[in-house]
């Protein structure tokens, strides 16, 4: 059984400004990585079939769109975090697994849309409040038993260490940490008439990125 643990952090200045930039750089991808793929599946040249349910055989074919681009992938736009990181200094300073999982969050976006739910949204300050270190690497939790109480130092790859308030012990492995706006750990637009690469959008920065 799962469960989430989630306490509050006391960054210093310096941490703070770190963690904040990261939020704000994993917002403007996520924005980014869902454009190049609302573009890509708006334009990219699909065909609805009607098929024969007793022979299997296509009956009617028909175009859905006029235009042919290259499908995006979630792997494709992983690839390229590569190369946004070089032409972007500002998101070497972030952890390349913490970038993979933003994009995860636009495939499971996209999956949730296909399985009935709403058009994947872009997200502003007020909607996208969290990032992810999604494994065992890049961070590691230090916990000091005083007495009754817990005290801890959460160290994040790319960022620094982060005095942490244990209220209760943490029971069991952690498998993820997230960073929310609210200072807490959880262990547990750019329009175009085509479509665009993921670099693109977010080089040079585009004004939406920074709302």
């Not at 499908?71 to 300073?93: D, F, M, T, W």
């Amino acid at each position: 059984m799962r469960k989430a643990f989630k306490y509050r952090l006391y960054p210093n200045t310096t941490t703070e400004k770190k963690l904040y930039s990261t939020l704000n750089r994993c917002r403007e991808l996520y924005n980014a990585a869902l454009s190049e793929r609302k573009d890509s599946y708006q334009l990219h040249e699909r065909t609805q079939l009607q098929i024969n349910s007793e022979t299997g055989q296509v009956i009617v074919a028909t175009m859905t769109a006029k235009q042919r681009v290259k499908a995006v992938s979630y792997y494709g736009q992983k690839r390229n975090l590569v190369e946004i990181k070089a032409l972007r200094e500002e998101y070497q300073g972030i952890a390349s697994h913490v970038l993979q999982d933003v994009i995860l969050r636009v495939e499971r976006a996209f999956q949730r849309f296909f399985d009935g739910a709403g058009f994947p949204r872009f997200k502003g300050r007020t909607r996208y409040d969290s990032f992810t270190y999604p494994d065992g690497a890049g961070w590691k939790l230090d916990v000091e038993e005083q007495g009754n109480s817990f005290k801890g130092t959460l160290h994040l790859s790319k960022i620094g260490d982060i005095k942490v308030r244990l209220h209760r012990k943490i029971e069991g492995k952690i498998s993820r940490r997230s960073r929310s706006s609210g200072k807490s750990i959880n262990g547990s637009s750019c329009s175009r008439a085509q479509s665009r690469s993921l670099h693109r959008c977010l080089y040079p920065t585009r004004r939406w990125a920074s709302t």
